[in-house]
Structures are given as C-alpha cells and as structure tokens.
C-alpha cells in the first residue's frame, strides 16, 4: 500500500538539460532485477561513473555530499523519454526525490511518476526560466511542494499555484491505491466483457 | 441524426471505454496484454501480495527477449542476473497460467515481431505491453501504447487500465518514396522534424499515399518509432494490405469469423469530415536516406548532409548539440557520409523482421563487409530466423563475414551481452541512439537496414544509392525493390 503524500521543503537540485532519457536516468543493465532493491545506486548511473565503473572525477553532482538529501529536481524540457521503464521513478524514489519541474514530460514516464508518488510538475518557459536563476543565485534555498494546495512555494516567500491530474492528486493525498479503485468497478468491466466476445484466445492450441 | 465523424482513434477509444466516472480517468478494456521478463517480475510479486490472479490469462501471452542470449541456446546463461529473470519468467507464467514462449520455444521472439506474426495483433485492438515500442501494433490499426509495471499489474488483475483520452495528431505522407528511401526514413525524418517531445499527449494516425503504399512490415517500421517522437501510440487504418497479411495466421480469425472480423475492421478507418488536434504534411518524394549523428533520434539528417553547427540551431538548444556531439566525438559541420565505424547492427522490433533481413541481404549478396568490422544480424524472432534461413539469407550474411544469431532484443538495448564497447561507433537499424543504449560509452547511428548494410560494406556512413551494382547484388540507386519486398 502506498504512504500518503501531502508535501515537502527541501532544496533543490538543478539540471539544465532537455530531454534527458531514462536510459540516463536508470541504464538498462540495471534492468535484470526482479524486485526494486538496489535502484538509488543505479540513478544516473553513467554521469558518475566511467564506463570502466570508476568514480568520475570531480563526482558528479549527483554525488556531491551537498546535494545529498534533496528531494526536489529541476531539469529540462521532456524529461524521462524513451523508454517504459518505471526503473526510472523507482529509482528517483529510491535516491530521496519525491518532486521534479520541467516545461514537460514524456508521457509514460509521467504516468509511472505519479503511480509512484512522484509529482512531476509542468511550468511554463517563463516560469522554468526564473526558476533556474533563483536557483542559480540561491542554491541551497528551500522550496515547498504543497499538493494538498496544488503550491509551490519558493525561499523569498513568492508562491504559484501548479496543475496536476486531480485523479492522481487525490490517491496520492490518501495514499489510495489504484487497483483496489479499478476493482470497486468490477461489475462494469463483468458487464463490457460480456457484451464484448475476447478477440483472441492466447491459450488456444 | 447523421453521427459526428469519428478518427481510427476515436472509434478503438469510444468502444473500450468501460466506465469513465467525473474527474476520474476512464477505465479502458484491454484486448490484449504481452508480457515479457524484464518489466514484469514486480508486477507479479505485486499480484501475489494482493491474492489476485490473472483476470483473463487467455488476453495475456509473454515471451523472452531483452535480456535473453542470442547465441546457441544450448549454452547455459551465465549472467546470473539475467538467469533468474528468465526463470522467474517462466515461474510466474506457470503459477499464474499464462501462455509463455520461452527459450528453445518455435515461436518465441521480440514481443512486437511475435504478436503480428502470430495474428495475435489486430485491428481494432486495445493491445498493451510493458516496453514503450508497443506502438508498432498501431500498424494494423489497434490502439497499443506502452504501459510502466504498476500499470502491467493492474491489467493483470482487472484486465483494463485508467486512462486520459489523448489528443489526435494526422501526419500525412504525400508521394511516393524514392529509390533507397524507406519506412525507417520516413520516420526519422518526421522525429527530425517534430522533435522527440513533438508528439507528447498524442496519438498520431500515419496517412497519406506513402503510407498507404507501405507493406505491413514497414508500417510496423513506421508505427514503432511513433514513441520516438514522444506519441503515446501510432496508428495506420486497416486496409487490403492487413487483411492479406492477418489472414491464415494462428490467432486471427478463420472462416465464418473471419469474414465477420473484416467486416468489423472495414468500418475502422477515419470518417470523412472527422478532425484531429493537430496535423503535418511530409512530402514523401523529397525524402533521403536518414542517418542520426547525436544522442536522440530527433537529431536525424539526410545522409548526402552535414552535421549542424551550433550556430544553425536555437540558442536555447546550444548546450545539448555541444554536448550530444562531444558525446559522439563528431564535428560540427562534417559530413556525415564517411563517418567511421566498427559495428553494424541489423535486427530489433524497429527492423528486424523478414523483409528488413531481405533488405539488408539484397545489399550484402556476392560482397564482403569491411576489414576489421563487427557485423551482427540478429533475427526479430525464431520465426523469422526459420523463415530467413529457408531463403538462405543467412548464408548471405555469413558469407559477407556477418555473424548470423538467435533472435532477441540484443545490441538494440544491451542487456545480453551483445553491447558496444566504450567509445566504438555503431551503425544500428533499431531505435534508441541514447548515451549508453547500446552499451556504456557507446556512440550510436540510427538508419535503416539498406544504408547499415551499405555501411557495412564500406566501413564507414555510406549513402546506398551510391554503392555500386555487383554481378549478384540490387542496384539500390535505380530500384525500389530493395526497401520493399
Ligand atoms: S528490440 Fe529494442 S526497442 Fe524493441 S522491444 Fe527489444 S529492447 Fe525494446
């Protein structure tokens, strides 16, 4: 069952690159695991590591102890496409992020996010354009992510209210799970299956 | 009333629709569920913990691909990782009485070359698998997107999904293509022009008189980038073209059912008057062979073109182009014909069914590949390999000095041991150009399977219509044969 989420302060970790793959964000040799063990170590694994498994020198900034900790990210437009893989929000999770601003998202990985309590926020061009200067000139100021309020709240105390899927919103709040919601439904799915003949039959010899 | 017209999307969505209560998504039924090992395992243990079972295992079937060997599947598995996958795989199929084609299986394979093959794939079809390249279904005019393992869980348990409706997007391909130039260029071309987030939200629905003239192979090609460019799905109308395909298949209906089915699947295609979101105009004459030069398939040329400089993009895309291209050690502003190389990889769900292997022989018959040249051919599924061999095709290949394989995902995502080392460049007929995709420090060039064979004869990114005709060998330069059939 998933914990409730409701919102966070923390500091923010920025960047500025678009289009950053989930082949980036979880490589897929770390894909051979058959449960969710392990994934924070995997998070990014190719920018803080050679590809002869050394730490990369300077460390990455995933991996400088100032960043440790935070649990908010801001990063480029169309973040997390590619691949299906929820490896990716698995390990975001994992490493500690619970929030990420982008001017946008790849579809799946969006829906992957917020199955996992990960809010992925979309901001306007202007909006992500203050956001990195702030962060810029202010890089250890707290930023609160109120999905209760539908907030952000930023360290000089200036707000804006964000969008996200009122759906998703709700189960997150209560920590609701999806499955059991679908399956309080069920006499509409007995219904549609009876009025719709299964096309194939995968079991047929 | 006259009804309102509808789009091919519309009319898949509207019929799947189970219940949509206010303010929540809709619950959409699932046809069809393909399952493979690598994103499932936590799915299972997830349905496990619940006591839930598998709703209708008869919608569901699951195979080995990704990170299954592709040598002599005799030999053990020695990546124990990738071994307990495997098992487990096969544990949860059995437990939980799924149809399952595992190894040493006649008809295992890429998940999106096997359900096509199988007429498991139809139109008309919600068809859902937990892997992003679920869109190639969209060929033969079902709805199939790719779905995270939360969301595999659910379909297995309710057999449906909670779903926004996305937006429409019409990409239409007008003319014909012309010699040398194929499904996989007409794709690159459009994510070159779209960008990869360009269809985000979308459902794009492929029309026009190129596509139309497409085989059902090479729409597969064409629907199975459409994530590519960041649609949620990709679809063609179901024509002549599908239904001579499906027909005789195992899983597609026989006899009476069959005439039923097609009747069924005529009403299908967009309604004349219908509208879509958003729409674009490709003119398929003016097409060339593709050849990507960055680190993501949007970042795709001509190949008679030059890499661009930082000065012919936006400032804002500045950063990335330096990036991409000290990732790939490539100049700006070089040609991108002639760039080196040390591996060729034909083979994935993108190009690796019978008519890519044909494609790619035509170019390779009666010729050797370059000196010192890694060349693997790695089939889309046993079928195919059977079929290919029957042909001969794979003694075409090793006789040009290519390596011949099981089939699988492979060097496509290099989870099996078939990878770039790092900073080796690859010509590579799949889909994924990514920093790392095809092993860490990879550098990798998307294109399709005629200019990776051409390459693979020169040794370097080589324009197919400039190789010269052999005795045995298609002049690719004056046929249209060679892309086709
Ligand atoms: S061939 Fe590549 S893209 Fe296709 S399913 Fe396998 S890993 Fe995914």
Redesign the interface.
Known sequence: MPEPFVRTTSRVIAIPRANIDTDQICPARFLKITDKAGLADALFFDWRFTPDGKRREPVSFIDEPHNAGRQILLVGDNFGAGSSREHAPWALRAWGIRAIFSTGFADIFRGNALKNALLPIVVTPDRYAALTALQAADPDGEWTVDLEAQKATLPDGESFAFEIDPFARKMILAGTDEIGYVRSNLPAIEAWEAAHPARVDTARA | MAEKPRTLFEKIWD?HV??SDP???A?L?I??HLVHE??S??AF?GLRE?G?KVR??????ATAD??IPTLDPSLPIL?E??A??LR?IEENCREF???FYGKGSPTRGIVHVIGPELG?T?P??TIVC???H?ATHGAFGALA???????I??VL????L?Q?K?KTFRVQIDGRLGPGVGAKDIILALIARIG??GG??HVIEYTGEAIRALSMEERMTVCNMS?EA?A?AGLIAPDETTFAYLKGRK?APHGAAWDEAVARWRKLPTDEGATYDRTVTIDGQALEPMVTYGN?P?MGISVTGRIPSLTDVEPA?R??LE?ALAYMGLQPGASIAGQKLDVVFIGSCTNGRIEDLRAAASVLRGRRVAAGLRVLVVPGSQQVKKQAEAEGLDDVFTAAGAEWRESGCSMC???NGDQLE?GQYGISTSN?N????QG??GRTFLASPITAAASAIAGVVTDPRTLKPTATSVDVAHSTAVETH
């Open positions: 019929d189970v219940s303010g929540a998504p619950i039924a046809d069809l690598v994103t395992p936590q243990t619940r839930l209708r295992p008869g919608q569901t079937v990704h990170s990546d990782l990738a307990k996958q487990q009485g799924i149809p498991l139809q008309g079809m937990g892997d992003s679920t997107f790719g779905i995270g393992t939360s969301e869980e659910m348990a309710t057999q449906t909670l926004r996305p990869i987030g985000t939200g994530i960041g949620r899983f993501n949007g895309a950063a990335d990036h995502i290099a989870m790092p994924r990514f920093e790392g995709r860490k420090g």
